[in-house]
């Protein structure tokens, strides 16, 4: 590849990341006032239900954002965030944490 084809992708790349940053962002907001998470936490939540669903990071955090405007979360997916909150609060050695009371 030219390097002039290596910068055409990178721009591309770039613009796709700005592009998906806000929904992610958005997503791990949800997260994180749902499950009283920071945003490291957040973001390996997302990150393993992204690996375990085989689901692109962006699709994902738009489902969880669709999630809280009333579109049902799919089933598979509410089971590896519930796996993945698991495994977060067993490897950090507290409690399990519901839904943040309002």
Known sequence: ???EED???EVAQLRRAMQTR???DQAMGVLMAAFSLGSED???VLVMVS???NTKLHQLAQQLVSSVQ???LAEAVQ???AASLAALYSAAD???QGPAAH
Do not use: D, F, H, R
Request: charge should be neutral; proline fraction near 4%.
């Open 1 to 3: 590849m030219s390097t």
């Open 7 to 9: 910068l055409c992708i």
């Open 22 to 24: 806000s929904v992610i």
């Open 42 to 44: 957040a973001w390996n």
């Open 51 to 53: 690996q375990n669903t």
């Open 70 to 72: 009333g579109v049902a």
């Open 79 to 81: 089971q590896q965030v």
């Open 94 to 96: 507290i409690p399990s």
